[in-house]
């Protein structure tokens, strides 16, 4: 009787220890699984989805609009983060804005801060416009997305955030700022020839001609710039916005109609920053992922042709109070369309975080 006791009480510590062990090596998974941040609907990936090729990236890859919904309006955006991104690591969060007539994959390569991701701890949402005309209809989507990534980071996780806007993505930027959402919540604005917050040359004519399509438009389609269009969207715009913001300005020399571009910056007067310096010459020895290829005939330096290698101007305006950064880049040789090197994006970025962050973290 005592040895079937005996028996019956092995068989029973080894069936707890059995159940121990199954939910040690579960919770071990479990633990392995939460090692690293995964997105709602965006499972990371290397390279990145629909990364494009050094040269020649298809048409239809470039006008893809991303795989990840933002579940309240159903629309699609891109997201792009580091595969290793733990729990607790803080990050700068960048919203890129595409240009009027562009799209998401597009505003991806052409400012390609997906290459960058890993290096500079960076998270990117890249999202796109049904019309390719942003408008306050689109204010909803955007806000969403926000909401959304920095629910899942964490707000404490958010070392800064900026917006990113090429075109009139730059020009989105410059009123979105100016509402109660991203007032509160914005660290930064990097307009890609999208406007500056202070004086800058008139718009050469030679942009406009470039910019009409050879071919009847597409319908649906966005209709080509021109001066008045232009015009009617800056308007309201001119003021400078009250919210607080580091501001990075970048061109193309050919915008500037060879005018040189004004050292005033009302924006840096604000911070009381020094003289405009120039910091360094950047030199790309690769050219950029894109261009714009429907608008190559008639094509013009302003309105640009395709990718190549080329230097760029970096100035800042040095010691801004409460840690913000003003600068203007200008890229020599280039218009309005050819896709930032990698050099020079490396060096934006590098500006970018360097900046006062923290607004996020006490948004509402």
Known sequence: MLAENYVKACRNVARVLAIVGAVAAFMGYARAQQQFVQFAGAPCATPPVLHCPDTDCTADREINQGPVVEMKTRRTYFLDYPCDLKPDEKVTFILSIHGAGSYGNWQRHYFPLLDYVDKYRLVVATPNSPTHIWSAADDEYLQNIVSSIVDQLGKQNVKSFWLVGHSQGGMTSNRLVRTDFFASRVDGWLSLSGGRLGPQPPIPASFFNAARPAAAPAPGAPPPPNAASLAAMMAPLRDPPAADFSFIFETGEHELGGVPLPA?????????????????????????????????????????????????DV?????????????????????????????????????MVSAKGGKIQQAP
Request: proline fraction near 8%; glycine fraction near 12%; aromatic fraction near 6%.
């Open 315 to 351: 100035m800042q305006y040095p010691d801004c109070k409460d840690g913000r950064v003003v600068a203007d880049v200008i890229r020599a040789g280039k218009g309005h369309t050819e896709g930032l090197e990698p050099k020079i994006t490396e060096e934006l970025v590098q500006l």
């Open 264 to 312: 005033d910056s009302p924006w840096a007067a604000k911070y009381g920053c020094g003289a405009r310096a120039h910091v360094a010459d950047i030199t790309d020895t690769k050219a950029g992922y894109v261009y714009d290829p429907t608008r190559q005939n008639p094509g013009s330096d302003s309105w640009g042709h395709l990718p190549r290698p080329g230097t760029a």
